[in-house]
């Protein structure tokens, strides 16, 4: 059976109303798409791609957050 990973995620929506999605444990994987879902999608396919690369198999092997969170802050 397949291990499953818990990966973090960031999503936004950009000036031109696309959903810009990143996954940042691995480096230059972001994607976009008209919908979440759509986004969503497109990043499986960036990290998939990542995957093919022994660095980022390595990078997915060893990540082991002990707590994900993310915050944003006002500031003028």
């Given at each position: 059976m397949k291990k499953t990973h818990q990966l973090p995620i960031i999503i936004e929506k950009d000036e031109d109303g696309?959903?810009?999605v990143e996954c940042?444990?691995?480096s230059g994987c972001y994607s976009?798409?008209?919908t979440i879902d759509e986004a969503l999608k497109n990043i499986r396919e960036v990290i998939d791609l990542c995957l093919e690369e022994k660095e980022n198999?390595?990078?997915l092997?060893?990540?082991r957050p002990q707590e994900i969170s993310?915050?944003?802050l006002s500031y003028a």
């Open positions: 696309f959903y810009v940042p444990i691995f976009q798409g008209n198999r390595a990078i092997k060893n990540f993310f915050h944003t």
